[in-house]
């Protein structure tokens, strides 16, 4: 029977929204969390969901307690009931399909697979691997039930439970990422950097040396693998509640060698963490913020200048001339100081606008600084309470004889390996709950705390430097200028000044004059070294040439700094005098950035140095470097005698011998 035209109509329409873009696509993406977060969370807790299915195959899912009778480690001896011949098959499958699901995965990260083939496969074999094991864990509990009251589940079924939400979730998480590759917002591949993919093969290998482990202490030891996998997680982890313990000589043994290789590992996976969050907040969330404070600014200062231009009586060389913002063209005038001149600016004027755009930006810059450390620590408070809360709650449900106050204090010393030994987890059903929530909540926790640490060092190292500069390391003036801010004593400090300045035959009071010899009105707000730039007659390119070899030189040495230097706005007035003293372009033209390297920046636009991948002592000297290159070309140039017109082809050649 023909569909309907309605239907026909539906499904074009639905047909239109998906547009799968080809593997070698390098257009802009979307949807960050599916594109990228989703495959990483897929791939390093994967590993973990088949460490959970094995040891729910590798023992019996029911268990008979002989109350009364010690199993040498403080517990209730517990003896294994056998399994229906069915659920030990179905069990197997599960298994078998969840690792192949994990292999698929793998062979997607790497490209082995195409991406079309192998991310459905998981999703597939990983649905099946949670209807297999919601099967057996449903029909297990209503066919054959332990029986009340000497009978009850092992590790084994809880293990199995957790593993089907584990594949449940991990199939859910894959079909986001697949929707949004249908829907056209990235390509067929996942975006992983390096470090990420590191931490893959990381995660990976730590769950490999649990299943090695649990397998060789079920053996040395002499308990089942289930309490040998418990055993293995809080020795990997330095939580050492010791109701576990190995007894024989063998078993204390091959402690040394896999509780370091354990640490080792752990430690790599925690670093590898840490440096993911950072690059997060480095490339997606301090820039995002940055963009918003910059284009706010902006903003507000055309705003601000559009009712400056209303007001008539505002002189036109006090208007700041800047163009009708989009987001195609710069935020920021890109006209030169020429041509502002011409509009009746004076330089004094332009060098103050200048310094106004560089100290909005430099705020920019320290308000994106505190926002990432504040970020990281409220986060890291954020994380440990709903780790510690969520697991404390979940605790107490489990355990019998454990008041919410008892999970709490149980959860708190877990989650900072604290681990006294006094409250640990003794039911069937709370120790796989455990081993989980502590491979989430440990090393998620050290290394929110690792990075938090950044911001509380910060603080503390402020805080110790303001109390040294009032007690017992005061800097010169200090005092004396905390007591200048209130009029009367500053009054009474200026004419005790004076009075010395007299009775020493000084002169007092000012003799500024309205204007230089150039014709050019002071300027209060602009640094010394601005007005000598734009007042004094520059100096010979010589001497420029002789500042520029020093400034590469101490540029180079700031560049190699552990802490990366910001420079000055009188600095870097120095620094753009010796980097534009060498532009070959007619005057009245302004370069960006071509065969010549970068001329000229906008301090609040998008070619600031200041938001720049760089460091400021880093991109200072690229730029100086290139003005040393300009300098001996232009030098080659009057030497060969060769005419304007044949600069541009060679600085190119210059610049290809250069790079050779």
Known sequence: ?????????????????????????????????????????AAT?????????????????????????????????QVMLPDPT?????????????????????????????YIVALPASIILWSLATAILIGITSCVHIYASPVAPNQTYSQAYWYAVIAAVHYFI??????????????GHYPQYFTLTDGQRTLILQTTAFGVWL??????????????????LYFCDITILTLGFGDVTPKSAVGRGLVFPYAVIGIIILGLVV???????RDIQVTNLVPKRIERRREATIERSLTRDNERRKDKSVPVSQIAYRPKHTRRTPVISKITAFYRVSLGRTKAVVMREEKDRFDAMRA??????????????????????????????????????????HALYFGFCTLLTIGYGDITPKTNATKPFFVVWSLIAIPTMTSLISGMSDTVVSLFKRATSQVADWTVLPHSGKYRSFLTKFHPIAAYLEQREENKRVAQGFSVGPEEPEENQNGVPPCDDCPKQSLELANEKDPSDFQLAQQLAFAIQRTSRDAVKGHPKQYTYEEWVEFTRMIRFTDPSPEGTMLYEDEYGVLNWDWMGESSPMLASQTEPEWVLDRLCESLIRYISQAQKRAAGATDEDAPTLQKERDINYEA
């Open 1 to 41: 029977m023909p569909e309907s035209p309605s239907t026909l109509s539906m499904w074009a329409t639905i047909s239109n929204q998906f547009n799968p873009r080809p593997p070698d696509d390098d257009e802009p993406q979307d949807w960050w969390f599916a594109s990228t977060a989703i495959p990483l969370i």
């Open 45 to 77: 807790t994967s590993p973990f969901a088949n460490v959970m299915s094995v040891v729910a195959l590798a023992m019996p899912w029911k268990s008979e307690m002989h109350y009364g009778q010690n199993d040498g480690e403080g517990n209730t001896l």
């Open 86 to 114: 069915w659920c030990i098959a179905f069990n197997a499958t599960s298994l078998a399909f969840g690792v192949i699901g994990n292999l698929f995965l793998l062979f997607n990260f790497t490209r082995s697979v195409r």
């Open 170 to 183: 991990l199939t859910v998480i894959l079909m986001i990422n697949m929707f949004g590759y249908f829907f």
């Open 211 to 228: 299943l090695v482990g649990a397998p060789v202490f079920q053996k040395a030891i002499g308990i089942s693998i289930a309490e040998a």
């Open 271 to 277: 670093g590898s963490i840490n440096k993911i969050i």
């Open 364 to 405: 920019i810059q320290y308000e994106s600084v505190v926002f990432r450390r504040w970020y990281r620590l409220i986060l890291s408070l954020i994380a440990f309470g709903i780790l510690w809360t969520c697991g404390a709650l979940v605790f107490w449900a489990l355990e019998d004889d454990l008041t919410y106050f």
